[in-house]
């Protein structure tokens, strides 16, 4: 697939680890830019470092702005303040859209080490779209809600419904995190494919892939890793819903820190076969 | 003894609230504190499993749905994941705990009220302040208060100090925000760094002493020590 005329997939990145990744962002960035369709970025926290990464790291390619903590699923969410602060970088990134990862993020006022999934709860998921629709009044972009990783689940609906009820309250936008959908099937029991179909998948504008593991120990969870080889079911995934959401403009490889260069050719080029034999191509373009 | 009797049976209010509740919030609020709390979880599922009258019957029939092994699992990796975060913010603490006085720590810190009734300024703060009242070593105790100040500072400059109640003015040269205590130990060591268990000898001995926190314009922290005449 090197060297193919049109870019097929993107990278997601993090800031607060730009230093960590293999050879550093920029130079991450720069040895793959052939091949990349879109960029998207998460932790970016001011207007100086949006900038530096827009005009220095993405030079021109379409942006998308992962936000975090701005959680509409927490009690007394949404975090409006935070939500109005990434908003003015979302403006400087001059951003495609934003997607935050519907789950807890608070213990308290206090952001959680490490997100929760939500409580799948069919009132509440009409809350949180209620909520996500009132969002849009400050966000300069739309917001996508994401499909969250789920090492446990708990309420009174299925993840299927749970999005169809939030997404249509919200008549919002989604992305579809196909490692996240495995996740939830390991811990439900449930299959895969299914499980995804379950979804609104005609929401779907961006899908997410990266690699995970299963644990050892435990094996209904997914361990989301992001710094793994993709697992073969995850890929199975990936291949099912581009040739079903009829309108997704962009797929992201999520790049974690742990990763060396040969690991993310290697992913990424079973990424792009995936896209290439379905002949599909991202419609993701700047603003 | 009656600290803690008091605040397991004002634990137990709280939760029981949220249990007698219809509200998707309270659902939302319990299922939290099952994620970091096991002495919550003991509660909850007792009373779900004992057929509890004053429970409400959605959320009897949610507890009941809930898989307690995968819940367990999930609680002892947000815990772990919370030591690690904490044993980060609070290096010097942590250290001089030792790795598995700091898991317990943290472990009764996840289980306490505090944990979700904020008053530090950020959540290693807030863990500090819940721990230093309950170390007997003076010397942990003045490490958990520059521990605890030297996260909770940079989250809040210009407002109030939940170790005083009063707020932390710049009171010396290049500072954005200070903050002053007395410690009844020498506290640094001699090259005038905080201490590791190595330095306990130094670091412990009795000495009344000034200490000012103070974070910098540059964001940059510092710890000074002084003594009192």
Not at chain 1, 209 to 230: K, L, Q
Not at chain 2, 95 to 122: I, K, N, P, Y
């Amino acid at each position: 697939m090197k060297g193919a005329s049109a870019p097929l997939v993107g990278f997601g990145l993090d800031a607060q680890h730009a230093n960590r990744y293999a050879s550093g962002l920029v130079n991450l960035v720069d040895h793959f830019r052939a091949r990349l369709s879109h960029l998207s970025i998460v932790s970016l926290e001011r207007a100086e470092a949006a900038r530096e990464f827009r005009e220095g790291v993405a030079r021109g390619l379409p942006i998308v702005h992962h936000l975090s903590g701005v959680a509409p699923a927490d009690p007394d969410g949404p975090n409006i303040s935070r939500l109005e602060k990434l908003n003015s970088i979302t403006v400087t990134l001059d951003a495609v859209w934003c997607v935050e990862d519907i789950g807890l993020w608070s213990i308290g006022p206090y952001a959680m080490p490490y997100f929760a999934p939500p409580l799948f709860d069919k009132d509440f998921a009409r809350e949180i779209g209620a909520r996500i629709r009132a969002m849009d009044s400050i966000g300069a972009r739309p917001f996508l809600a994401e499909v969250p990783s789920c090492t446990f689940a708990i309420g009174n609906i299925d993840l299927g419904n749970f999005f169809r009820l939030l997404t249509d309250t919200a008549d919002c936008g989604m992305v579809l995190d196909v490692s996240h959908v495995f996740s939830y099937a390991l811990v439900t029991g449930r299959d895969p494919v299914e499980t995804q179909s379950s979804l609104p998948l005609e929401r779907v504008r961006e899908v997410h892939v990266a690699g995970g593991r299963i644990d050892a120990v435990h094996p209904f969870r997914y361990v989301d890793s992001h710094s793994d080889d993709i697992l073969p079911e995850v890929l199975g995934l990936l291949e099912h819903a581009v040739r079903h959401c009829a309108h997704l403009e962009a797929v992201t490889y999520e790049i974690g820190v742990g990763l060396k260069i040969g690991a993310i050719e290697q992913g990424l080029t079973r990424i792009e076969h995936v896209l290439a034999n379905a002949r599909w191509v991202p419609k993701i373009s700047a603003p | 003894m009656q600290e803690r009797a008091e605040a397991m049976s004002a634990r137990g209010s709280h939760v029981g609230a949220l249990l007698a509740s219809e509200a998707p919030s309270a659902r939302l609020r319990l299922y939290q504190r099952l994620l970091y709390s096991s002495a919550v979880a003991d509660v909850v599922f007792d009373r779900a499993r004992a057929g509890d009258p004053d429970l409400a019957a959605s959320t009897l029939a949610w507890i009941r749905s809930v898989n307690e092994e995968h819940l367990s699992v999930e609680r002892a990796a947000r815990v772990r994941n919370l030591s690690f975060h904490l044993q980060r913010a609070c290096p010097t603490l942590a250290g001089m705990l030792g790795a598995e006085q700091h898991r317990e720590w943290v472990a009764s810190f996840a289980d306490s009220d505090q944990f979700w009734f904020a008053v530090g300024r950020s959540l290693p703060e807030n863990y500090c302040l819940f721990l230093a009242p309950r170390l007997e070593d003076p010397l942990l105790c003045a490490v958990a208060r520059v521990d605890g100040i030297l996260s909770g500072l940079p989250a809040a400059p210009d407002g109030v100090s939940p170790w005083t109640g009063e707020r932390t003015l710049p009171a010396m040269k290049g500072a954005v925000a200070t903050e002053v205590f007395s410690s009844p130990v020498r506290l640094l060591t001699a090259e005038g760094a905080l201490p590791n268990p190595g330095d306990r000898r130094v670091a412990g001995e009795s000495i009344d002493r000034t200490i000012v926190v103070a974070l910098l314009n540059n964001q940059t922290r510092v710890v000074l020590a002084m003594d009192e005449v």
